[in-house]
């Protein structure tokens, strides 16, 4: 595999990077390019190498144990079919980054997703969404396999990590206020971290580019309004656990933060 073009994967979607030159190196990214150069020696990796790596890890995440989810509780369910099909139409919406890939406004509803759907479907919602715009856009079998797979691993491990922590359900009706910030808090680091690790590994690999050098400037200008969109996410769910009908308040501050990120 050479280049890998657009397709989502987590919150970005892999493009063909024009420029394969590398950049000049700062002084505080040579140490991390060193070793990542040993890691590269060690153990030989290339695209498909790693999408197989990841779909298997992926499929492996579904079976994650489900702590502290009631079986016989279907609530889940209406929240289930509306967020997949509110992540569907979110998947079409997206923004290009300067050095290939775009940011998704569909984080908002992964963030609303891994709060009110318990795992394995909180994951399985989010890898629907991302293959139905992957077939409309008649993405490469690769390509396809990348982005379904990261999403699902993302959701699946910050799923894991939300109900470890409780059911938001409770926290919101107890008013266990620390325990909610510390979801928050897991949750948006695992996300973004592990999208934008794995997004930023791939587009390194296909092009030769310091994997430091895509993380930086590929967040830079748009962290902000990434961070607006996850937190849209988290509001959505808090205002769903109340009053599902007032989360239609949210079009308006979505569609200022995708009109930002343009």
Do not use: K
Request: proline share 6%; aromatic share 6%; charged share 15%.
């Amino acid at each position: 595999v050479g280049n890998l073009p657009d397709g989502p994967c987590l919150r970005f979607r892999l493009r063909t990077l024009q420029e394969t030159t590398r950049a000049q190196w700062a002084p505080g990214a040579r140490l991390s390019e060193a070793i990542a150069d040993w890691l590269r020696r060690l153990v030989p990796l290339t695209p498909v190498r790693l999408v197989v790596v990841l779909s298997a890890a992926a499929a492996a995440s579904l079976l994650l144990p489900r702590p502290g989810w009631n079986t016989d509780d279907s609530a889940w369910i209406p929240a289930f079919v509306i967020l997949t099909g509110l992540s569907v139409m979110l998947e079409f919406v997206a923004v290009e980054l300067p050095h290939g890939g775009v940011v998704s406004v569909a984080t908002i509803t992964h963030i609303a997703t891994i709060f009110l759907v318990p795992p394995p479907f909180a994951a399985l919602s989010v890898g629907l969404a991302v293959i139905v715009e992957e077939i409309v856009h008649r993405r490469a079998l690769v390509r396809l396999a990348f982005n379904t797979s990261s999403y699902i691993l993302t959701i699946a491990l910050a799923s894991l990590a939300v109900r470890l922590i409780g059911d938001p359900r409770v926290l919101v009706t107890n008013r266990e206020h620390l325990p909610l910030v510390a979801m928050v808090v897991i949750v948006s680091l695992v996300y973004y971290v592990l999208n934008d690790l794995l997004t930023c590994a791939i587009m390194a690999l296909t092009t030769g580019r310091s994997l430091a050098y895509l993380v930086r400037t590929n967040s830079r200008g748009t962290i902000l309004a990434e961070a607006g969109a996850g937190m849209v996410g988290v509001l959505f769910a808090l205002i769903w656990i109340v009053e599902p009908f007032w989360t239609a308040l949210l079009v308006i501050p979505a569609a200022v933060i995708a009109r930002a990120l343009q």
